[in-house]
């Protein structure tokens, strides 16, 4: 298997559209407390499941048909994943 980097340039970037609108509201906004709050946890505070947190739990709720990953491929190909 040969690796190969693949350079971005600034126009491919500028399509990607953050999840993170405004990050000087959140950041002064942020709270542990709140962050805690957007989690669903296991039953009975037995701790976390990363990738339910990640991924699943996105994919039954609202943000179902939102980006989760965008692939760029070598030739200008684009691939986009959503949460479903």
């Not at 505070?45 to 339910?52: D, K």
């Not at 994919?59 to 939102?66: K, Q």
């Amino acid at each position: 298997m040969t690796w190969q980097t693949i350079a971005k340039t600034g126009r491919d970037v500028a399509r990607l559209t953050p999840n993170l609108q405004d990050y000087e509201h959140a950041r002064r906004t942020f709270t542990w407390e709140g962050a805690r709050k957007e989690l669903d946890g296991l039953p009975d505070a037995q701790g976390l499941n990363i990738a339910y947190e990640a991924v699943d739990r996105h994919a039954n709720g609202p943000r179902r048909d939102h980006l989760a990953i965008r692939w760029l491929g070598k030739n200008s190909e684009i691939e986009d994943c959503t949460y479903s």
